[in-house]
């Protein structure tokens, strides 16, 4: 860029002042994060019949009449008198379900970094300023 400035002088003369300026570029070199790919890890839900065999037991309580014929003796008679009630509970055993949830497996997601370094080239721009002497009289360059 070149800046011509004109000027009066108190006696009337006309001189000119002009300004070159040296210019440099200057190379700045930063960094940016960039996506470059990733991981996406879903988790669904899917469900499968499964089967369980078990074996269950019953009980059945029965009163059996027998026939008898014996004597008893006076103890037996006295105990054999007296009131008294006797049960007995039949059961059975039913299939009973209870879930467990557990963690079988694990998927892990994380960063590994690492750092690289990279020469990065590329090129700048300068002015020169040549400054010659110039003769009374001679041709002015353009």
Request: aromatic share 0%; charged share 35%; proline share 2%.
């Amino acid at each position: 860029m070149t800046t011509t400035t004109v000027t009066g002088t108190t006696e009337g003369a006309r001189t000119e002042a002009g300004t070159v300026q040296e210019v440099r570029e200057e190379l700045t070199v930063g960094t940016r994060k960039v996506a470059t790919g990733g991981v996406r890890v879903t988790s669904s839900v899917s469900e499968a019949p499964v089967e369980r065999t078990v074996t269950l037991r019953e009980e059945e309580v029965s009163a059996e009449r027998t026939p008898a014929s014996r004597k008893l003796s006076a103890e037996e008679a006295e105990a054999a008198f007296r009131g008294r009630t006797v049960e007995a509970t039949s059961t059975r055993e039913e299939a009973e379900v209870s879930k467990q949830a557990r963690v079988v497996g694990e998927v892990s997601i994380g960063r590994r970094v690492s750092e690289r370094e990279e020469t990065v080239r590329d090129t700048v721009r300068r002015t020169e300023v040549e400054v010659e002497k110039v003769e009374a009289g001679a041709p002015k360059a353009r």
